[in-house]
T-cell receptor, first 115, second 111 residues
Framework: EPEVTQTPSHQVTQMGQEVILRCVPISNHLYFYWYRQILGQKVEFLVSFYNNEISEKSEIFDDQFSVERPDGSNFTLKIRSTKLEDSAMYFC?????????????FGQGTRLTVV | RKEVEQDPGPFNVPEGATVAFNCTYSNSASQSFFWYRQDCRKEPKLLMSVYSSGNEDGRFTAQLNRASQYISLLIRDSKLSDSATYLCVDADYNQGGKLIFGQGTELSVKP
């Protein structure tokens, strides 16, 4: 069964450092997303990406964050100058034609710990 | 701001019990809803879509009440493996199609 894969599974970084979280969406999917979940809290939308551009971003997704699809398979989330409150599980998701019509598949997540 | 609200639980039930969860959503224009399941520290996985007429998938039944803006999930004959957090989700009617998650309802099924 095709799946969304994320690397690394766990990333520890020092406050102020930059991190790049990587995702390989399912190959025929066109819509890509990043979500985050702070421990004990709800899953929160960060950004959606379609046709090589951001289609929507939340108020969380400020200038500290950026996304990129550098080639035909990877989808990355860059967090600059990390803060303690960026510690969370970050989930990448993809769907074939938008989650309203088809299932959104989630990767297993990257646990980011900022120390 | 579009929100989805759920009772966080936990719901502790014996094996074989029937359990029901509800959630409410704030956006009256929302069209698509889902129930996702999340095991501890794992990714959310789609359990089922929620259709206006109600729908059933094995032991699981989902209902949508647009007038009251609430969604329900009924689990019959609960199994130990049903223990998880159940996430009520609103798919925002927007170009991006983002998912708006409730905080989840924790279910623990005991032998």
């Amino acid at each position: 069964e095709p799946e969304v894969t994320q690397t690394p599974s766990h990333q520890v970084t020092q406050m102020g450092q930059e991190v790049i979280l990587r995702c390989v969406p399912i190959s025929n999917h066109l819509y890509f997303y990043w979500y985050r979940q702070i421990l004990g809290q709800k899953v929160e939308f960060l950004v959606s990406f379609y046709n090589n551009e951001i289609s929507e971003k939340s108020e969380i997704f400020d200038d500290q964050f950026s996304v990129e699809r550098p080639d035909g398979s990877n989808f990355t989330l860059k967090i600059r100058s990390t803060k303690l409150e960026d510690s969370a599980m970050y989930f990448c998701a993809s769907s074939e034609s938008g989650p309203m019509n088809t299932e959104a598949f989630f990767g297993q997540g990257t646990r980011l710990t900022v120390v | 701001r579009k929100e989805v609200e759920q009772d966080p639980g936990p719901f502790n039930v014996p094996e074989g019990a029937t359990v029901a969860f509800n959630c409410t959503y704030s956006n009256s224009a929302s069209q698509s809803f889902f129930w996702y399941r999340q095991d501890c520290r794992k990714e959310p996985k789609l359990l089922m879509s929620v259709y206006s007429s109600g729908n059933e998938d094995g032991r699981f039944t989902a209902q949508l009440n647009r007038a009251s803006q609430y969604i329900s999930l009924l689990i019959r004959d609960s199994k130990l493996s049903d223990s998880a957090t159940y996430l009520c989700v609103d798919a925002d009617y927007n170009q991006g199609g983002k998912l708006i998650f409730g905080q989840g309802t924790e279910l623990s099924v005991k032998p």
